[in-house]
């Protein structure tokens, strides 16, 4: 049956007016179940890498076997070629040689490995009541009541008093135990629900519980402790002064899962920002002889604002991409300034119980692509980069001449709150930059959600940057 004619009014509004539909009603079956099966390589990266030490691990694993070697300052790599450089343990550059002079500037992803989670404090053991605990200070932020009364894995490492170094990872594996911070119950609750949401659970009430048994003798005074101390010592060789040089991060222990009867969206802790991790990491994997050369950094401390000698607001990509550049004869600082990047970072989706935080014109959605988000910051744009039209427009048209799925996002209405990525920090450094990520919901809570089709769209994105 031929179509009926289109109206006038109706022509000009097709040719004139935006009209962003839902992934699922636009994206074809075949680039939908390729985006289904890309997840569930995405599932086991976000169970193996929930701390940046362990992404970390888990990246050199995946780059030596795709043929990455470790990075040797002063070499003259040829086009093609592809290493790595680690950073203390905790953040990572992943590159591939151009076949362009290095002057003509790099293709930057750059991601963060590391999530909101518990930091146990440097003296965190204590009996009380017959239990004993650990004392924590929360990383980044968190609703601190979200934290209670869920499972929570302990990762990490512990430095002995002889320098040797421990590595931990306990309530992972289906036979480990788990521990918890412990919240009241409702009955006993009047007072507590009279604090303020910010102070349901106190800062120094996120206190996690890890034991009650006694060693069994009269002569000590703090016996659960002790018997504590006596299995850690046991397993790890490690004694209580231990913890003064230890790093110990309680994160959930929940898997990730697939989420609703469609199964089209993830649910798991540390996607934000594991979602951008992944896929830049695995786009620089799979770039295969790139005009401009490719990098991928994965870093730490976005969360706690990029300071650090991990984070990047520190001097460390600047002094690689100088290393890089001497190698030729050339010049760190031009080879940034001709660079382009992608901060690969996550956007808050509209939340259907929550919409009235978000202006729904300008906010992103979950299934309608990966999210370029032009400015982050607060109050009048305060914190942001904010990103030339100019660069909008060349990462528009590339998205769009490559059947990416994208759409434009902000951090909730004006002035209601805002946030920061490590965007400003790159472009600080006189690179162009834009945020690039996946639209998430429950962003910093221990189980965040996305949509399949997003996280697939932003591997897409990366890869065809790198490829441009
Ligand atoms: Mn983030
Ligand atoms: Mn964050």
Redesign the pocket.
């Known amino acids: 049956m031929a179509d009926k004619k289109k109206t006038d009014g109706e022509q000009l509004a097709e040719k004139l007016l935006s009209d962003h539909k839902h992934g699922g009603l636009t994206v074809s079956d075949k680039e939908i179940k390729a985006g289904n099966k890309f997840c569930e390589g995405y599932k086991k990266y976000l169970d193996a890498a929930k701390t940046e030490r362990e992404a970390v691990i888990e990246a050199v694993k995946r780059a030596k076997e795709a043929g990455f070697e470790e990075f040797e300052r002063g070499k003259k790599y040829k086009a093609g070629d592809k290493f790595y450089f680690v950073n203390r343990g905790k953040a990572i550059i992943l590159g591939v040689m151009g076949s362009l002079s290095l002057d003509k500037g790099v293709r930057l992803a750059a991601a ?1 490995i590391d999530s909101p989670r518990l930091d146990l404090k440097q003296n965190p053991l204590y009996e009380e009541l017959e239990f004993a605990l650990f004392k924590t200070h929360y990383y980044g932020g968190i609703k601190k009541y979200q934290w209670a009364t869920i499972p929570l894995a302990l990762h990490g490492v512990i430095v002995k008093g002889n320098g040797e170094c421990e590595n931990v990872n306990i309530g992972e594996d289906e036979k480990d135990p788990v521990f918890c911070v412990t919240d009241l119950l409702p009955h006993l609750a009047q007072q507590q629900m009279k604090r303020t949401p910010a102070e349901l659970i106190k800062g120094e009430e996120l206190n996690i519980l890890i034991g009650s048994m006694p060693f069994k003798d009269d002569k000590v005074s703090k016996k659960v402790k002790l018997n504590i101390m006596k299995i850690l010592n046991e397993k790890y060789g490690i004694v209580e002064d231990d913890f003064m040089s230890a790093e110990l991060e309680a994160v959930p222990q929940f898997k990730a899962k697939d989420v609703g009867f469609d199964r089209s969206m993830i649910g798991a802790y540390g996607q ?2 594991s979602s ?1 991790a992944y896929t830049a990491l695995e786009a620089i994997l799979d770039v295969k002889k790139p005009a401009h050369t490719c990098l991928t950094i994965l870093t730490d401390k ?2 706690t604002g990029s300071d650090g000698n991990t984070g990047l607001n520190s001097s460390y990509l600047k002094y690689f991409i100088d290393d890089l550049a001497r190698a030729y004869g050339l010049c760190g600082h031009n080879v940034i300034s001709a660079s382009e990047c992608l901060s690969a ?2 956007n808050s989706g509209v939340d259907p119980t929550f919409s009235d935080v978000t202006e729904n014109m300008n906010a992103s959605k979950l299934n309608y692509g990966v999210v370029a988000t032009k400015f982050t910051g607060a109050r009048g744009k305060s914190g942001t980069s904010d990103a030339s039209a100019e660069f909008v427009g060349r990462i528009r048209k590339l998205f769009d001449d490559n059947d990416v799925l994208w759409q434009t996002g902000e951090l909730g209405k004006v002035d209601l709150g805002g946030g920061g ?1 490590v965007a400003q920090f790159i472009a600080n450094l006189d690179m162009d930059v834009i945020d690039v ?1 996946v639209p998430v919901l429950c962003m910093h809570a221990p189980f965040e959600i996305t949509a399949k089709l997003d996280i697939y769209m932003a591997y897409k994105a990366f890869s065809v940057f790198f490829a441009d």
């Open positions: 963060h934000d920002d951008c976005e969360e970072d996550v990525t990520g």
